[in-house]
């Protein structure tokens, strides 16, 4: 009965108009896009400034700005699609060999276990994988922190928004699954960041956030070309030869200005790779498979709806599944309380003597108690199942945290010296970057570093400035490289 419902009614109606809305920075954009004979109308599109986080602000407040924006640009869609700040997703890379898909969905969940700094029930996974030869494949594990989502719902709704769909923008603007993806380093210019994102083999390779890339001067945000291209370049190295080879091309999405600016340097830089530089300023004829209005603006809100009115899935999905009330309600019935209950009470319309009344009344008692009981139970033995299966993938040495404690110990108190990022690769690989007020203290700080257990090989990579100077450098941690388990 159950599957019958299911094929029923799980059915969704077909969607017509959406809203689409990315979150960058401290900026909102989005395009109402509406289908209709095969061909996607623009209704409205906007772009605005938040003056309230939606993850540290009241959510009763910021929706009421974002209320104040739709209606101030004459929204009145309800159904929004929403791309998800990168900077808010946590990836991780791993080979997969030829395997079963429910043992390769168990290595995945395995990996990330491992791999996250943090328990995976507080996450929200969605992966990606790349075809590689001999039935290999590379995935790259995308996770967004559940509370982010959960506070992100939480503002929607008090916007009078209902959410259809979570996803990121950089992968709306270039869609892994297409063919002409393929061998693709998609750079989407935002505005505190830069999007990174390769495209090989049906799938997402590599997916960052480059903060560092992009910095505001004078009002004014401005490309950090060096960094840009030693975090592209240190991206592809990390990648499997095969993969690395298979990229020929980069595309380039943002301002004209800034997109131009990066497209110049990244020629420059990346002459000698054979990289062709393109920079994305309008969509292709059959981009979306539908019409498209005259000059549409490239943008991840508009790409975002736009595929999802064509039904083209999202390459990440985040939204936690929402149930239908008809399946709510068959999954209460289908839990046996129900019929738990009304046996008992047939049982003591049934019975009329006083030593089976009796014999009922206790059955009744311990089987209340057993009710009780039973879910807690449940939980004990779910989690020892999970302490059995995953107790010889776990790692005691909290390696994250044990190079962030060093690293405290060696900064100086006094704030002379601060760190801005701080990013570990392979679990030993360290880069660390920030402020320090002048030289001398910059240098004695990295003297107690070199000092320090467990540090070897620090080298400082890069200074800027004088008095304050920012700075970069590397080392690394322990003897080895990650997890052997």
Same mark, same amino acid.
């Given at each position: 009965?159950?599957?019958?419902?299911?094929?029923?009614?799980?059915?969704?109606?077909?969607?017509?108009?959406?809203?689409?809305?990315?979150?960058?920075?401290?900026?909102?954009?989005?395009?109402?896009?509406? @289908?209709?004979?095969?061909?996607?109308?623009?209704r409205q599109s906007f772009s605005a400034a938040l003056a309230l986080d939606p993850l540290t602000a009241a959510p009763e407040l910021v929706g009421r700005e974002i209320r104040n924006h739709l209606d101030a640009a004459g929204v009145r869609e309800r159904r929004c699609v929403v791309a998800l700040p990168l900077?808010?997703?946590?990836?991780?890379?791993?080979?997969?060999p030829r395997l079963e898909a429910a043992d390769a969905a168990s290595l995945l969940q395995l990996e990330a276990e491992r791999g996250f700094p943090c328990d995976v029930a507080t996450l929200r996974l969605?992966?990606?994988?790349?075809?590689?030869?001999?039935?290999?494949?590379?995935? %790259?594990?995308?996770?967004?922190?559940?509370?982010?989502?959960?506070?992100?719902?939480?503002?929607?709704?008090?916007?009078?928004?209902?959410?259809?769909?979570? !996803?990121?923008?950089?992968?709306?603007?270039?869609?892994?699954?297409?063919?002409?993806?393929?061998?693709?380093?998609?750079?989407?210019?935002? /505005?505190?960041?830069?999007?990174?994102?390769?495209?090989?083999?049906?799938?997402?390779?590599?997916? =960052?956030?480059?903060?560092?890339?992009?910095? %505001?001067?004078?009002?004014?945000?401005?490309?950090?070309?060096?960094?840009?291209?030693?975090?592209?370049?240190?991206?592809?190295?990390?990648?499997?030869?095969?993969?690395?080879?298979?990229?020929?091309?980069?595309?380039?999405?943002?301002?004209?200005?800034?997109?131009?600016?990066?497209?110049?340097?990244?020629?420059?830089?990346?002459?000698?790779?054979?990289?062709?530089?393109?920079?994305?300023?309008?969509?292709?004829?059959?981009?979306?498979?539908?019409?498209?209005?005259?000059?549409?603006?490239?943008?991840?809100?508009? !790409?975002?709806?736009? =595929?999802?009115?064509?039904?083209?899935?999202?390459?990440?999905?985040?939204?936690?599944?929402?149930?239908?009330?008809?399946?709510?309600?068959?999954?209460?019935?289908?839990?046996?309380?129900?019929?738990?209950?009304?046996?008992?009470?047939?049982?003591?319309?049934?019975?009329?003597?006083?030593?089976?009344?009796?014999?009922?009344?206790?059955?009744?008692?311990?089987? !209340?108690?057993?009710?009780?009981?039973?879910? =807690?139970?449940?939980?004990?033995?779910?989690?020892?199942?999970?302490?059995?299966?995953?107790?010889?993938?776990?790692?005691?040495?909290? @390696?994250?945290?044990?190079?962030?404690?060093?690293?405290?110990?060696?900064?100086? /108190?006094?704030?002379?010296? %601060?760190?801005?990022?701080?990013?570990?690769?392979?679990?030993?690989?360290?880069?660390?970057?920030?402020?320090? !007020?002048?030289?001398?203290?910059?240098?004695?700080?990295?003297?107690?570093?070199?000092?320090?257990?467990?540090?070897?090989?620090?080298?400082?990579?890069?200074?800027?400035?004088?008095?304050?100077?920012?700075?970069?450098?590397?080392?690394?941690?322990?003897?080895?490289?990650?997890?052997?388990?």
């Open positions: 009965m159950k599957k019958i419902l299911k094929l029923s009614f799980a059915k969704r109606k077909r969607l017509t108009s959406l809203l689409g809305l990315a979150l960058d920075g401290g900026r909102l954009q989005g395009a109402v896009l509406r @289908r209709a004979n095969g061909a996607l109308q623009c900077k808010w997703a946590l990836t991780l890379g791993a080979e997969l969605a992966d990606s994988r790349c075809a590689l030869s001999e039935g290999k494949q590379h995935a %790259t594990l995308v996770a967004i922190p559940a509370g982010h989502v959960a506070a992100l719902e939480k503002v929607l709704a008090a916007a009078k928004l209902k959410p259809v769909g979570f !996803s990121l923008g950089v992968a709306a603007l270039q869609p892994p699954a297409a063919e002409t993806s393929n061998g693709v380093l998609a750079l989407a210019v935002g /505005e505190s960041h830069v999007a990174l994102q390769i495209t090989c083999g049906g799938g997402v390779a590599a997916l =960052r956030a480059l903060e560092s890339a992009v910095e %505001t001067e004078g009002g004014r945000r401005a490309l950090q070309a060096d960094v840009l291209s030693r975090e592209t370049r240190i991206t592809l190295g990390q990648l499997p030869a095969e993969l690395r080879a298979a990229v020929r091309r980069v595309r380039i999405f943002g301002p004209d200005d800034l997109a131009r600016q990066l497209a110049d340097e990244m020629e420059l830089r990346f002459e000698p790779a054979s990289l062709g530089v393109e920079v994305v300023s309008t969509y292709a004829a059959n981009e979306f498979g539908a019409q498209l209005p005259p000059e549409a603006p490239v943008s991840a809100a508009f !790409s975002l709806v736009a =595929r999802r009115l064509m039904e083209q899935p999202p390459a990440f999905e985040f939204l936690p599944p929402k149930p239908t009330p008809l399946e709510q309600l068959v999954a209460r019935c289908s839990s046996g309380k129900l019929q738990s209950a009304g046996a008992a009470a047939a049982a003591v319309l049934v019975i009329a003597g006083g030593i089976f009344l009796f014999q009922q009344w206790q059955l009744s008692r311990l089987q !209340s108690q057993w009710t009780r009981m039973s879910a =807690r139970a449940g939980q004990l033995e779910a989690v020892q199942d999970q302490i059995q299966q995953y107790q010889p993938w776990f790692d005691h040495s909290f @390696r994250a945290l044990s190079i962030l404690r060093q690293l405290t110990r060696v900064f100086p /108190e006094d704030g002379a010296v %601060t760190a801005r990022t701080v990013e570990i690769h392979d679990g030993n690989q360290v880069t660390c970057s920030g402020m320090a !007020s002048d030289n001398a203290a910059l240098l004695q700080t990295l003297a107690r570093l070199r000092a320090a257990e467990g540090v070897r090989g620090v080298k400082l990579d890069q200074i800027r400035g004088k008095a304050p100077m920012q700075f970069s450098f590397d080392f690394q941690w322990g003897n080895g490289g990650g997890d052997e388990n």
